[in-house]
């Protein structure tokens, strides 16, 4: 595992954490986010020919863990910038309805992550 640059990459999940919670609205979230994965699968890919899903994959469970904190810790502020998410399930708890909905995006943006850092890998053995 390529600890330090998992650690670097990760700041760029913890900038979005930080800005997703009152800055950045829903329908804007998903380009910044497609931005951070491409730049992430690219670097991990480049930087670590072995385990290179396997680090993707980690460095996408940091950035989920960074937003699951953040939306849970700044709640009242997140629920009045993104009231389209939280009012979805009126029978549920809105927290509970953007941790869950946050963990599942979360994993599945890992599992991205970690395959196309994997593409990214083969792709440079061929070159």
């Known amino acids: 595992m390529n600890w330090r640059l998992l650690v670097y990459l990760s700041f760029f999940g913890l900038a979005m954490a930080l800005a997703t919670v009152s ?10 986010w497609i931005f ?7 670097s991990v890919g480049k930087n670590c020919p072995e385990q290179t899903f396997m680090n ?5 469970i940091i950035n989920t863990i960074y937003c699951v904190a953040f939306r849970i810790g700044f709640f009242q502020t997140y629920s009045s910038a993104h009231p389209e998410l939280t009012n979805r399930f009126q029978d549920l708890s809105p927290m509970m309805v953007v941790s869950a909905y946050t963990v599942i995006v979360g994993i599945v943006l890992a599992l991205l992550i970690g395959f196309s850092s994997s593409f990214v890998a083969k792709q440079q053995q061929k070159a």
Do not use: D, Q
């Open 56 to 60: 993707g994959f980690i460095l996408g």
């Open 36 to 42: 951070v994965i491409g730049f992430s699968a690219y």
């Open 23 to 32: 800055f950045i609205p829903t329908n804007f979230e998903l380009v910044l």
